[in-house]
């Protein structure tokens, strides 16, 4: 859903990826609540599958945003030390681009 938020706003140039911090969903599509939601803005999400953050995903991508600190303990656990990518908590950073 984020992908597509920055799509409407011209951004094209930056890859949106979603991973549990535990694997209790992994290979799961959505909640049908997070399907319906999607779908009343035009998005089909239901061929999503749930994963679990991996290693491979401290390299792949630039920042890693985690929804609370909880999972930013979670996260921060599984960073490799060579990790390129920057960590941080999605509410500190939301909004910070003019809304």
Known sequence: MGGHVLEKRGIRHVL???AGT????TGEEPDERSISVA???GLDISGQ???QLI???FSRFDLILGMDRYNMRMIAGRQ???ASAHIGLFT????RAGG
Request: glycine residues 14%; contains cysteine.
């Open 16 to 18: 949106v990826d979603s």
């Open 22 to 25: 535990n694997g209790y969903h």
């Open 39 to 41: 779908a009343r803005h």
């Open 49 to 51: 599958r749930c994963r």
């Open 55 to 57: 290693a491979g995903d």
């Open 80 to 82: 490799p030390a060579n």
């Open 92 to 95: 500190e950073i939301a909004g």
